[in-house]
């Protein structure tokens, strides 16, 4: 296989994973509360992150001096905004979901001009206000129709983005040396543990009542794209720039949208689906370089 084809594959299946992740939550939340689900998912997930760590040579364990940061990444970068994701999902569909979480560049561009000092590109900046302003008006458009339930979900698929892109903008000003695997192996398992506490004290789990379908809901979950999304995200970045690697975010939306819509009858309004060009032209902007609109002369050589 070429590097062209290798790419490509990786492309694909970066975006199918994260694509089919929001129905796959969704399945999971027939018969498993939504904090077990989602510790259960870290708890398979963790050990095979460290086997994959050791295999590609990256350190289990946080450097020293900043081993503080692997409670904080557990609580706030998989604890916390996983659960409000699934727990959102009670509330709204897995294409709406989807495509609040693809707003997340938006965020982190937004959130790293805040607190890193970011300049950002006129280009950028037009990029963000248009997904801002066209994802409101996409909310506003679903939740006329949805009601109370819909804003509960909107909120918390909100918060979730909040929380990744604060957490991305602190882990690139302190943590920046850490390796992938490094950055996900602990943290998901002591989050898991953390989110199994959590659920003992406020779910009534049976876990009699867990249909197959769930349990392997949860196992895709943890296996597939806890795993299999990590890995296949960090090595697309590797062999393509990060604006083609960022294009994921685009198109995973769009996956979730057709799959919601195939299995589940759930349609955006046609006002939203009008609004979604929009959305993802202003997520396309605020990631692509500078250098595209860098205009530069050709100059013409007259041989004598």
């Given at each position: ?106 965020a982190v561009m937004l959130m790293s001009g805040l607190f890193l000092g970011l300049r950002l590109a006129k280009h950028q900046v037009f990029g963000l206000i248009t997904a801002v302003v066209s ?170």
């Amino acid at each position: 296989m070429n590097s062209k084809s290798f790419t490509f594959l990786l492309f694909i299946s970066v975006c199918l994973i994260w694509g089919t992740t929001w129905f796959a939550m969704e399945v999971a939340l027939h018969s498993i509360p939504p904090i077990f689900a989602t510790a259960l998912r870290f708890l398979l997930a963790a050990p095979l992150l460290a086997v994959l760590a050791k295999v590609f040579g990256q350190p289990l364990f946080f450097p020293k001096g900043k081993q503080q940061w692997v409670i904080i990444v557990a609580l706030m970068y998989f604890a916390i905004p996983f659960t409000l994701m699934i727990y959102g999902e009670q509330y709204i569909s897995s294409g709406l979901a989807s495509i609040i979480f693809a707003n997340m560049p938006v965020a982190v561009m937004l959130m790293s001009g805040l607190f890193l000092g970011l300049r950002l590109a006129k280009h950028q900046v037009f990029g963000l206000i248009t997904a801002v302003v066209s994802l409101c008006f996409i909310l506003g458009n679903e939740m006329q129709m949805g009601g109370k339930d819909y804003l509960i979900g909107t909120i918390c698929l909100a918060m979730a983005v909040a929380i990744h892109a604060v957490m991305y903008v602190l882990v690139q000003k302190h943590c920046k040396d850490i390796q992938v695997l490094t950055y996900n192996a602990v943290p998901c398992f002591i989050a898991s543990l953390f989110l199994f506490a959590v659920s003992a004290l406020g779910e009534n789990v049976n876990v009699q009542t867990f249909t197959w379908d769930s349990i392997s809901a949860v196992v895709y979950l943890g296996l597939i794209a806890s795993v299999g999304g990590i890995v296949a995200y960090f090595k697309l970045g590797q062999v393509s720039t990060p604006f083609q690697a960022s294009i994921c975010f685009l198109i995973f939306p769009v996956v979730a949208l057709l799959i919601s819509a195939y299995i589940n009858g759930e349609m955006l309004s046609q006002q939203s689906l009008i609004l979604m060009l929009p959305l993802l032209c202003g997520i396309l902007l605020t990631k692509a370089p500078k250098q595209i609109f860098k205009f530069r002369p050709v100059m013409k050589t007259v041989k004598d």
